[in-house]
């Protein structure tokens, strides 16, 4: 096993590498990832107020050529927004998981009629109502089981309210001619 604390020292060749907090590390971009080390300085060219804006500016300096394994979009003030959709009860869960064994009975069942050497759309049809029956059991059961803790069905999404644009800072200026040297924010 490999001692994070060593990370300055070499290692086996099967073993993965470690930044100095421990975590581990692809070998390709192993000192490289912390955002503006002294190996590779970076600087803000522009700040955007949403996420679609900084990706077509990206999209804008991949179709100049620029190299955009330099570029970097880092969102700043981040939350997590939780949209409720609506109640969840056990009928609605046994609905959910009904269509979610259905969809598996029906791949089991190709599958398998696949192979039959007579009627094969009669495993199909017995995979599906199956899966139906199933999977309804399953959804009730597991909605059940959670004694009204989360009555609810919901979307999380993560948000930061800007994006900002990180170049290497060797590339900086070269980014800033191909955006047009604006800024969104």
């Known amino acids: 096993m490999t001692n994070p604390a060593d990370a300055g020292t070499p290692q086996e060749s099967n073993s993965m590498p470690f930044t100095r907090g421990g975590r581990p590390v692809t070998p390709d971009r192993a000192a490289t990832w912390d955002i503006g080390s002294p190996e590779r300085p970076m600087m803000t060219i522009a700040t955007y107020p949403n996420y679609l804006e900084a990706q077509r500016a990206v999209d804008r300096l991949s179709d ?3 190299p955009v394994d330099r570029v970097t979009i880092v969102g700043t003030d981040v939350r997590l927004v939780e949209k409720v959709l609506g109640r969840m009860t056990i009928g609605r869960a046994a609905l959910a998981g009904a269509g979610s064994g259905g969809w598996f009975g029906l791949l089991v ?3 398998l009629g696949i192979f039959a050497v007579g009627a094969w759309w009669r495993v ?14 399953f959804g009730a059961i597991a909605h059940a089981m959670t004694g009204g803790q989360r009555d609810f069905k919901s979307a999380s999404n993560i948000q930061a309210s800007t994006y900002s644009l990180m170049i290497d800072a060797e590339y900086a200026d070269q980014a800033r001619q191909i955006l047009g040297g604006t800024t969104a924010g």
């Not at 199909?124 to 059991?137: C, E, N, T």
């Open 64 to 66: 100049a050529k620029f």
């Open 109 to 111: 069942g190709v599958l």
């Open 124 to 137: 199909v049809v017995f995979a599906v109502v199956a899966g139906l029956l199933w999977g309804a059991a």
